[in-house]
């Protein structure tokens, strides 16, 4: 556990050096929580946060990492969730998905494709559940078509507890997800036998029909065994 001097003034000096650290949970950001959950290395979680660089950490005394790793780690058994509709990035409004029966295809797979390694896609999975605000009345909007070719370098400077809310808020909808799955795959099915019966084009599309089928049952299943949105595993 890190010293009590540690937990309230994270703030060392060593020779020259000054090693400041988040005080709160709230003071992390996505781009921290990224490098906190993807690595093991103390003196790369450090680094990642203090943004001290990799060499010059490691002529400090071990002591002084380990307490700061250890610090780092209370901060994230001290997780708050804060879900936040609309938020601004970078000088950006953006908008929280409004309506998961217009999630698309494309958004479908690659959630799915960032949700194989999280914490190493979490910047671009936040670029899908968030997107820019083209249109605003009150508490209602619009946000703009998704193109996979969304900023989701804007996301790294997401703060952890709006990270954290919009996850839960993501998991916690899972039965209105997979419903809106399962109706969806309903569509896609009878689209399919339609071609059939006309055939249509149906030699070409087939096996894109069965690739999307494919996938979105595996996310269908990786929902389905999800029990938590936001532990630190």
């Given at each position: 556990?890190?010293?009590?001097?540690?937990?309230?003034?994270?703030?060392?000096?060593?020779?020259?050096?000054?090693?400041?650290?988040?005080?709160?949970?709230?003071?992390?950001?996505?781009?921290?929580?990224?490098?906190?959950?993807?690595?093991?290395?103390?003196?790369?979680r450090v680094s990642a946060v203090t943004g001290v660089p990799y060499d010059k950490l490691r002529t400090m005394p071990r002591v002084l990492i380990t307490e700061a790793d250890a610090h780092l780690t209370n901060l994230l058994q001290k997780e708050q969730a804060q879900h936040k509709p609309i938020i601004e990035l970078g000088?950006?409004?953006?908008?929280?998905?409004?309506?998961?029966?217009?999630?698309?295809?494309?958004?479908?797979?690659?959630?799915?494709?960032?949700?194989?390694?999280?914490?190493?896609?979490?910047?671009?999975?936040?670029?899908?559940?968030?997107?820019?605000?083209?249109?605003?009345?009150?508490?209602?909007?619009?946000?703009?078509?998704?193109?996979?070719?969304?900023?989701?370098?804007?996301?790294?400077?997401?703060?952890?507890?709006?990270?954290?809310?919009?996850?839960?808020?993501?998991?916690?909808?899972?039965?209105?997800?997979?419903?809106?799955?399962?109706?969806?795959?309903?569509?896609?099915?009878?689209?399919?036998?339609?071609?059939?019966?006309?055939?249509?084009?149906?030699?070409?599309?087939?096996?894109?029909?069965?690739?999307?089928?494919?996938?979105?049952?595996?996310?269908?299943?990786?929902?389905?065994?999800?029990?938590?949105?936001?532990?630190?595993?």
């Amino acid at each position: 556990m890190p010293s009590d001097n540690l937990r309230n003034h994270p703030l060392f000096t060593y020779t020259d050096m000054e090693l400041r650290l988040p005080a709160h949970y709230a003071d992390l950001t996505l781009r921290h929580l990224m490098a906190l959950e993807s690595d093991t290395d103390p003196v790369k979680r450090v680094s990642a946060v203090t943004g001290v660089p990799y060499d010059k950490l490691r002529t400090m005394p071990r002591v002084l990492i380990t307490e700061a790793d250890a610090h780092l780690t209370n901060l994230l058994q001290k997780e708050q969730a804060q879900h936040k509709p609309i938020i601004e990035l970078g000088g950006v409004t953006y908008g929280f998905i409004p309506n998961w029966e217009e999630f698309s295809t494309g958004e479908w797979i690659d959630m799915e494709d960032y949700t194989k390694d999280f914490w190493r896609n979490a910047h671009k999975a936040m670029s899908v559940l968030y997107r820019p605000i083209d249109r605003r009345w009150g508490d209602k909007y619009t946000i703009a078509p998704y193109t996979a070719k969304e900023d989701a370098e804007a996301f790294l400077e997401m703060p952890a507890p709006l990270v954290s809310g919009a996850l839960l808020f993501f998991w916690t909808t899972e039965r209105e997800l997979l419903t809106t799955l399962q109706s969806s795959l309903i569509q896609t099915t009878r689209e399919a036998m339609r071609l059939l019966r006309s055939g249509d084009g149906t030699r070409s599309s087939s096996p894109w029909l069965g690739k999307i089928i494919s996938r979105w049952m595996r996310l269908r299943l990786r929902l389905s065994a999800t029990s938590s949105p936001t532990s630190h595993s």
